[in-house]
């Protein structure tokens, strides 16, 4: 792959390195376009949240402006080397879609990831990524999904399988059943996430890839780089990767890099 669009940075607090190294390693392993995703920001209100709650898996909204200016630097800086996009991984929680609308309108977004790691905010901890035998999860999880994309707000889904369904095959391969038919429909991969391949998770599966393969899809590459050293481990991830889909019978595209946006910073 010439390009990866999943990256986060140091400001979402569970990942390290500075923007720079990211760019840097991404030369060196050979890339020629780079989207920065990091967990998005969400406007809250304070007296919405739990008393002195401050979130450790994204930066808050007051750092957005930060993360565009360097982003920028850097990408006027390695123009003609590679090609810097910048983006945001997301939940779709339509209660937060018009605040964060607003806040995305003062910045040049390129793009946005649908990660949907939880089904509320994040306070409730009501993670996806939890294990269920619960169909009426699997089955919410699906339909957030279609619904999010839906909306035309989001470039691709993220890890498709992060929901963690343990219950009957036949109820899980129903409900994301639907997904795949839902992402061959809109022409969206079903992404192959390298950073769960690389720590064992419980995503990339096989199960997914021979579904996915079933219905028709095809998938691409996201390194879910939370460190720059993530892109100096790619090309081995990427081989294994690319065995798990070859077993499955799931055609490989490069990620769709977006168009830059046409709009100017403000305050």
């Known amino acids: 792959m010439l390009a990866n669009l999943h990256a986060h940075t140091a400001r979402?607090?569970?990942a390290t390195g500075t923007d720079r190294e990211y760019v840097e390693a991404a030369?060196?392993?050979g890339y020629r376009a780079i989207g920065f995703s990091d967990h998005c920001p969400w406007p809250w209100d304070p007296a919405e949240m739990p008393p002195g709650y401050r979130s450790n898996v994204r930066m808050d909204a007051a750092e957005t402006g930060g993360y565009f200016a360097s982003l920028l630097a850097l990408r006027e800086e390695y123009a003609g080397r590679i090609d810097i996009r910048?983006?945001?991984e997301?939940?779709?929680l339509p209660h937060r879609v018009a605040a964060q609308d607003e806040l995305f309108s003062r910045f040049p977004l390129d793009y946005l990831i649908l990660g949907q790691h939880s089904f509320g905010d994040e306070w409730l901890r009501d993670w996806s990524s939890i294990p269920t035998t619960d169909e009426s999860r699997l089955a919410r999880y699906v339909d957030t999904c279609v619904e999010g994309l839906s909306t035309g707000r989001f470039l691709y889904l993220a890890h498709p399988d992060i929901l963690r369904y343990e219950g009957p095959e036949s109820v899980w391969e129903k409900h994301m059943g639907r997904l795949c038919d839902f992402l061959r429909e809109r022409d969206l991969p079903v992404e192959v996430n390298l950073l769960?391949?690389?720590t064992g998770r419980h995503?990339?599966?096989r199960r997914m890839l021979r579904l996915a393969a079933a219905?028709?899809?095809?998938a691409t590459i996201g390194v879910d780089?939370?460190?720059p050293d993530r892109y100096a481990e790619a090309p081995a991830l990427e081989a294994r990767a690319r065995a798990l889909c070859e077993e499955a019978g799931l055609p490989l595209r490069e990620p769709p890099v977006p168009a830059l946006s046409r709009a100017q910073p403000r305050t």
Request: aromatic share 16%; with cysteine; hydrophobic share 40%.
């Open 225 to 227: 780089a939370h460190s």
């Open 196 to 198: 769960g391949l690389a």
């Open 90 to 92: 997301a939940e779709y």
């Open 86 to 88: 910048i983006g945001f």
């Open 12 to 14: 979402c607090r569970h």
């Open 27 to 29: 030369l060196a392993a």
């Open 203 to 205: 995503y990339p599966s």
């Open 215 to 218: 219905r028709g899809n095809w």
